[in-house]
């Protein structure tokens, strides 16, 4: 195959959603391990906006230009040397360490592949990587079982979205923290919607079939820990976020999520829920690869009922 260009998302400063721009760039070669992979759908996430603005610069400095993008689906275009587990024509979800996946293509390790299912949706497919895999290790992280009820904050989010449906697989009462336009999608996947404002450690414990909260999860941030350990009297062990670090350091809250868990057995256990019907991703919106700004100014004012999707 011939060097030939494609397309990429790059940025080369720390800035706004107007630093993204969609370039003509070198199509990569894969190296020995590696796949090269035709991108059809790359989802977008809060993370990768906080990352470009440079507020995470400590833990995730850039390297510019940057790329963009973790999640991915496509299909197989060329092997690296030494890799078997998968064939050209193959379609496949995966994922990327390197921000790379909002392209037209990508090369990865052939052990961040799964096979995808012929019943998962090339959208639900290319965003499923990083909000599943934090919810897999967010929910794994405070050992949910049936009896226990958890409080889900920003559960009609990316994130929160696939967290709910895990929780009630692992048999927990879930009440699912959000705006009253998600109360029907929530009541739907056997949550109780709580929705956000005043006397919400009241409201919680109202909804709460023993009048306790067990566990949360903090998928927005913004005192919900502080809430959970002062008000609500959970376990620190059994409270973690994903958005407050300051309260991970203040109370000694977990922090679990996508790192715990970004591993292609993950991905695949995930996609074969969905393709049993057993899990849904919601799809908020679908964007061309050029459209990237567009994607994320939705993205950034945080209403987003499940994920964002640029497809190539």
């Known amino acids: 195959m011939t060097n030939d260009m494609s397309k990429a998302v ?13 370039r003509d760039v070198p199509r990569p070669i894969p190296a020995a391990g590696e796949v090269l992979v035709q991108v059809r ?15 995470l610069h400590d833990l995730f400095p850039g390297t510019f230009p940057s790329g963009q993008g973790s999640d991915l689906a496509g299909v197989v275009a060329e092997l690296g040397s030494g890799v078997t587990v998968v064939a050209v024509g193959d379609e496949v979800i995966g994922f ?20 995808k299912p012929p019943e998962v949706p090339w959208e639900v497919a290319g965003s499923l990587f990083v909000a599943g895999a934090t919810a897999y290790g967010a929910v794994r992280a405070v050992h949910l079982a049936p ?28 009440l699912g923290i959000a705006g009253p336009s998600n109360d029907a ?19 919680l414990r109202a909804a709460a079939p023993s009048g306790h909260i067990n566990a949360l999860l ?34 000694g809250v977990q922090s679990a999520g996508g790192a715990e868990a ?51």
């Not at 790059?10 to 969609?22: A, K, R, T």
């Not at 889900?152 to 709910?164: C, E, F, Y």
């Open 41 to 55: 759908a790359a989802g977008i996430n809060i993370s990768e906006a906080v990352i470009r603005t440079g507020a």
């Open 185 to 203: 999608w929530l009541a739907d996947h056997g949550a109780v919607p709580v929705n956000y404002g005043d006397d919400m450690p009241a409201r």
């Open 96 to 115: 990327s360490m390197r921000r790379s996946s909002q392209a037209e293509y990508v090369t990865v390790p052939a052990n961040q592949l799964t096979p």
């Open 147 to 174: 009896g226990d009820t958890v409080a889900i904050a920003n559960a009609a989010g990316g994130v929160g979205s696939i967290a709910v449906q895990l929780a009630r697989r692992a048999g927990a009462t879930v």
């Open 262 to 312: 970004a591993t292609a057995a993950v991905v695949a256990e995930l996609a074969d829920l969905i393709a049993r019907g057993e899990l849904e991703v919601p799809i908020a919106g679908v964007f061309a690869l050029d459209d990237v700004r567009d994607a994320f100014r939705e993205l950034e004012q945080r209403h987003t009922h499940g994920k964002l999707v640029l497809e190539p």
């Open 218 to 251: 903090d998928f927005f941030g913004g005192g919900y820990v502080a809430m959970a350990v002062e008000e609500l009297n959970v376990p620190r062990d059994r409270v973690d976020t994903i958005a407050d670090f300051d309260a991970v350091d203040r109370f």
């Open 10 to 22: 790059q940025f080369d400063s720390y800035g706004g959603i107007d630093v993204l721009e969609v």
